[in-house]
Structures are given as structure tokens and as C-alpha cells.
């Protein structure tokens, strides 16, 4: 019909390529994001059954030489020693609430005789990122601790050789806790409490509160987008089939005007 003529146009050939295409696109956005949801929501759920738990012996929630399982993290325990002397360090670049600082990390051996790492606290740059803050040593003596587990972090590769003395770049347990020349635990301990407290008044590290985010929404979005392509198509379509009606109405109305008869003089 030649009111669908407009359709072997270039513009309109490409345009109606492109509808399908840009539906495709839109729908594997929509995919991510709602893959992204679902993760969110998972990872959500386990931090909020794990960090409400009650809290357990190490003992009986991690094995020395096993794999420290993701499905544990953020599972609150209790463990009883005494902090190694001199074992501190600080981990480098950790904010907190938007301000630069430092993990303050000790060893702890058990009663047990086996060492894990516990992270103190956060406590703030002082001076320069290269300042090495002064920070009191954890309680003497035996100590209690309850805190939430966390898997061991990775140093970078090449791991850095000119830090100041004292500070680390990432807290790796498996570097950590090389030197003691006893059973180590791989996850590290985030305290939330000690008895006797900590002296040096650290910033407590609460469990992550991560909520749901804007997946969902972004989600249904791009749904939006995909079905308003073929609807945009449409109505384009049919503004240019009225005007290609509204044209052919005109030219036959033209073309049956009668030619006049010459007049003879």
C-alpha cells in the first residue's frame, strides 16, 4: 500500500532495526539489575540472621586448617586469652563515617594455645597517611572477647615494601600471624566488646546494615524502556501513514480538475 511507501526509507529501515535491538539491550539491563537484587537481598539476609545470633565459643564455629566458609561471616563469637605483647599493626586506608584511618589489629591467644587476629577498632589519621598514630595496647592480662568473624583479606600483589614501620595494607591473617609458631585461626575477629574494655577507646566496626538498595526499581525501569521502543515505533508509524494519507487525499482532488475549453473567437 502506498501509504506504508515510507517504510523502504532509509531512516525508518534503520529505525525499525534498531527497535528490536535496543529491546534486547534494555532487557539484559533489567536482567543484571535484578541479578544484582537477588544477590543484595541474599547477602543482606545473611548478615542479618548471622550478626543477630547469639554469640558462640571460636572453637566451636571454626576449625584450625579449614576453610573459613562465606555462609559464617559476621557470625558473633565469644573467645577468652590474653593479647600477645608487640603484636599490633594498623591496616592503611580504612574510612569510617567519611574520615581517614586506620584498623588497629592485635593477636590474641587463646586459652587454647591457638592465636587469632582481632581488629580492636578504628581510630583516625593523625598527622599524614604515613604518620604511624600512637594507639594504647589492648588490656593486660586475660581478656574476653565478643566480636563477629570475618574472612581474611588478600595483600595486594606486589604487596608494598615501603610502609612505615607498624602499618600494613590489607589484613591478611595467613602474613599476620606467620611469626607465631602456633595454630592460627584464617578468619579475623571484629570486636564489638571486651572484659576488661579496650583502653584505647577505638571506634567500634558495626555489622554492615546493607538494605535492599535501588536494583529492583532500576530493574522495572529498564523493563519501562524496553516496552516504550515498539510504542514509540507506533506512534511515529502512524503520524507518518496520516500524513500519507492526507497527501493522497489531496492529489486526486487536483487531478480531476477539467482542463478548459478553449474558447474560438
Known sequence: ?????????????????????????????????YSRHVNRSAEDARIRTNSTAAPAPLADVVTIGSEF?????????????????????LVRRRPFDGAAGFWVVDNLRTDAGQVVAVLRGWTPVAAAALTTPEVPEPPGGEVTVVGYL??????????????????????????????????????????TAMEPPDPAGLRTLPAPNLGLGPHLAYSWQWIFFALLLPVGWVILARREIQAAREEASRTPAADNVADPVPQRP
Do not use: H
Open 69 to 89: 566458609p562465606e555462609a559464617d561471616e559476621y557470625r558473633p563469637v565469644t573467645v577468652t586469652g590474653v593479647f600477645e605483647p608487640d603484636s599490633g599493626v
Open 150 to 191: 570475618q574472612s581474611s583479606e588478600n595483600l595486594p600483589d606486589p604487596a608494598p615494601v615501603d610502609l612505615p614501620a607498624g602499618q600494613v595494607a590489607a589484613l591478611d591473617t595467613a602474613a599476620l600471624l606467620a611469626g607465631t609458631g602456633t595454630p592460627a585461626y584464617s578468619p579475623y575477629l571484629v570486636a
Open 1 to 33: 500500500m502506498a501509504v506504508f511507501a515510507f517504510l523502504r526509507q532509509p531512516k525508518w529501515i534503520i529505525f525499525t532495526l534498531l527497535v528490536p535491538v535496543g529491546m534486547a539491550l534494555c532487557l539484559l539491563a533489567a536482567d543484571w539489575q
